[in-house]
């Protein structure tokens, strides 16, 4: 592997560490919502483990795909992210949720480290199936004294930011040190959902 490869590898690791560090709890979903407006729903998303290597791993496969995935999953996400979350607001039901989440890092992690390219329209199925549950549990939480309408709004900012972290690491495969380097970010972001999954059950 070549220095500049070492140099990216060693940023993906702080990258993760820092992640890891700032996440005040495995899941999002417990008790992390917090009251307020544009910033609450900005933040939220950073502070769920779960949450950030979801996106991350979205942006990533997006940009191993390439064109058209790389713009088309990015943006599937958080409208089909939307409805689980309106969703999540009225109370309608949705069993698993918590599984759907954890099995979204463990499924998009293992395509990421498995180089998997399926048709673009499967891929976009994939993505929007979990992000149903990914809108779901944080709408189900929305803070009651929260603006739904500024909440949602920095919600989907920052979601949307994830998605270029993930976008900007999925472009080191234009070179083969750079394909070893994402799929190993692949496998993390895998064994992270294993993680979640262990808690669950």
Known sequence: MTFGAIRTSQAAAYLIAGVTLMSGSAFAHEGAGMAGGFISGFTHPIFGLDHVVAMVAVGLWGAFLGRPA????PIVFPVVMA???AMGVIGLPLPGVEIGIAGSAIVLGLLVALAVRPPIW???CLVGAFAIFHGYAHGAE???AANAITYSIGFVISTGLLHLTGIAFGLLVAKPAGQVVVRG???AISLVGVAFMSGIA
Do not use: D, K, N, T
Not at 70 to 73: Q, S, T
């Open 142 to 144: 929305l803070p009651h």
């Open 122 to 124: 499967i891929a976009a």
């Open 70 to 73: 790389i713009y088309l999953l």
């Open 185 to 187: 970010l692949g496998v």
């Open 83 to 85: 409805f689980g979350g």
